[in-house]
């Protein structure tokens, strides 16, 4: 009876870990690696020859055109800075300063299906005094700078920097990206 | 017991191998990935205007919906190839990616190259050629070594104002990328 209980087991447990490992670390598991920027998290070597091999497993299953880092680096955000998720009936507010780029864009998208649903870019935005950012993300029309969430369930932002040397150097750790938080819902 | 042990780290050893193997062989084996799609509508030796109203081909993509995309798509076996052209002054950035997904090079509008963009792409064995001169290119190209053949060189221009996308979309079409030793 052993002889043919432990192979079974065996078998079960290789084939459990192996694709079962592999499945988390390129879904949920893809958090493990992202550097945390507050509410933002992102992968800034994702666009360089030293790409490291779950990236690239990751770059393959998701099918997107790569980015270059010299072209651009990219943040995601799915919660609240008081770590809800983020609910697009809801309204926040973003708020603060980009770190420095040629130009940056913020896209709502479906996580399911990486659909858009609403994107600015920083030509269309008006901004404070001192280069401050005050952004309306809102199914309603805002007055100031407004970003459409089309009153859809589940949201993610999605936040690319182009040309922006500020993840490069040293200290960029401690790079602040604006903050995100809840207005009202 | 200590044989039911075993036999788990066995297994646990095991799955481990199936992972490392999954991780490793996936981006060659993944048939809907970027180069596959882009394989579909990409024609020779010159660059196309990705169409932004096709959903499908933009969440699949996850194109920047901000953007306008020119992508060529050329493989080095057949020579090197040369990318000429210029765009209208605008923030634009351009990536040459490997098949896995690897960028290679990338460089944008403020690097100083102005509006143009001429870049020349080589395998090894071609670079060899080159420093040997036993290959022509021409005047002010940018010399990129490739360590495989199969690549995608990926356009990204900025229109400041929506009305601009159309001529935009023609500028990108308008570069070349061909094997043929501009001079």
């Known amino acids: ?185 | 017991m200590v044989r039911l042990a075993l036999w788990v780290l066995a297994g646990l050893i095991l799955g481990g191998i199936i992972h490392l193997s999954v991780i490793l062989l996936l981006p060659s084996y993944a048939e809907r990935d970027a180069w596959s799609r882009l394989a579909s509508i990409a024609p020779d030796q010159a660059f196309v205007a990705l169409d932004q109203d096709e959903q499908d081909l933009a969440s699949a993509l996850q194109l920047d919906p901000a953007l306008a995309y020119g992508v060529c798509q050329f493989d080095l076996a057949r020579g090197p190839i040369f990318i000429d052209g210029k765009l209208p002054h605008s923030f634009w950035s351009i990536a040459i990616a490997a098949r896995d997904g690897r960028v290679i090079y990338s460089t944008t509008s403020r690097a100083g190259s102005g509006d143009e963009i001429k870049i020349g792409v080589f395998n090894p064995a071609q670079s060899r050629l080159l420093a040997e001169e036993g290959l022509e290119i021409g005047q002010g190209f940018l010399i990129v070594n490739a360590p495989s053949n199969q690549l995608t060189a990926i356009v990204r221009l900025w229109p400041e104002h929506e009305p601009l996308r159309p001529r935009y979309n023609e500028a990108l079409e308008q570069i070349s990328c061909t094997h043929d030793a501009a001079i």
Not at chain 1, 22 to 37: M, W
């Open chain 1, 1 to 185: 009876m052993r002889q043919i209980l432990y192979p079974i087991i065996l078998v079960i447990t290789a084939l459990g870990v192996g694709f079962g490992l592999s499945y988390f670390s390129l879904e949920d598991g893809r958090e493990l690696t992202a550097t945390q920027y507050g509410v933002w998290s992102g992968w800034p070597d994702l666009g360089t020859a030293q790409i490291d091999p779950y990236a690239r497993a990751h770059l393959a299953r998701q099918g997107m055109l790569p980015l270059g880092k010299g072209e651009g680096v990219q943040f995601f955000a799915q919660k609240d800075g008081a770590g809800e998720p983020l609910n697009g009936q809801c309204q926040y507010v973003l708020s603060g300063n980009m770190p420095n780029h040629a130009l940056w864009t913020l896209q709502v998208r479906d996580p399911a299906n990486q659909q858009v649903f609403g994107h600015v870019d920083s030509g269309s935005m008006q901004y404070g005094s001192l280069g401050e950012l005050r952004l309306a993300i809102a199914p309603k029309v805002q007055p100031g700078n407004w970003i459409n969430t089309d009153g859809l369930r589940n949201i993610e932002l999605l936040l690319t920097l182009y040309d922006t040397n500020a993840f490069s150097s040293l200290g960029s750790e401690e790079i602040d990206l604006p903050q995100l938080n809840l207005e009202a819902c």
